[in-house]
């Protein structure tokens, strides 16, 4: 009874993925299964969001710390890259951003002037961004975050306070880094505005 079916496996060919897939019930069964749902379709996308070059970017609305709304929610303008900025147009950016109560996206600026600086000055472009990352950690209320933040980029501004490129105030940010890490690691006025707010150069 046995020796048929034994037999064919055996010496018959066993079904490919290809052979399997061609069955009317496999056909019917590949049918039915849901189809991912593309972005716009009226609920959140399964797919990652992309910009118009392709590359992935998250289209969800950020508030004025960056931090992500649902989908269709009102947040503030997105800024576009931008790595063709002089020096001096990103840091005049920065300090607007930084003046309106935006330092998340003073950091973007500060971050694409880092991306594309020279290398000897891209540890100080770095560290001014951290230090705009610190601000955001504290607006947020992530005090851990804040002071971890603004003491690494403190110590990335360190070694350029005695021949700062583009009238950067170095030493006014690292005291004013320091001091803002030491109230938010004690936990002082941490939901308070910081001020002064921290000026970038000297000549402004």
Known sequence: MLSPTIQRYLTEPLNTADSVASKPEAKARTAARPTKKAVGSGSAPTA??????????????????????????????RLAENPDRTPVESLTEAQRLLDAGRPFEAHEVLEDAWKSSPAAERELW????????GLTHRARGNQAGAVALLTRGAGNLAPFRDAPPHD????????????????????ADA???????????TTD
């Open 191 to 201: 939901d308070a505005e910081v001020r002064p707010l921290p000026r970038l150069r």
């Open 168 to 187: 950067i105030d170095v030493a006014g940010l690292l005291a004013w880094a320091r001091q803002l890490a030491g109230n938010s690691a004690g936990d």
């Open 126 to 133: 770095r560290g001014m961004a951290q230090l705009a990352v």
């Open 48 to 77: 990652r969001d992309r910009d118009g070059d392709g590359r992935a970017r998250n289209a969800r609305p950020r508030d004025s710390l960056g931090r992500p709304l649902p989908y269709g929610a009102a947040g503030v303008e």
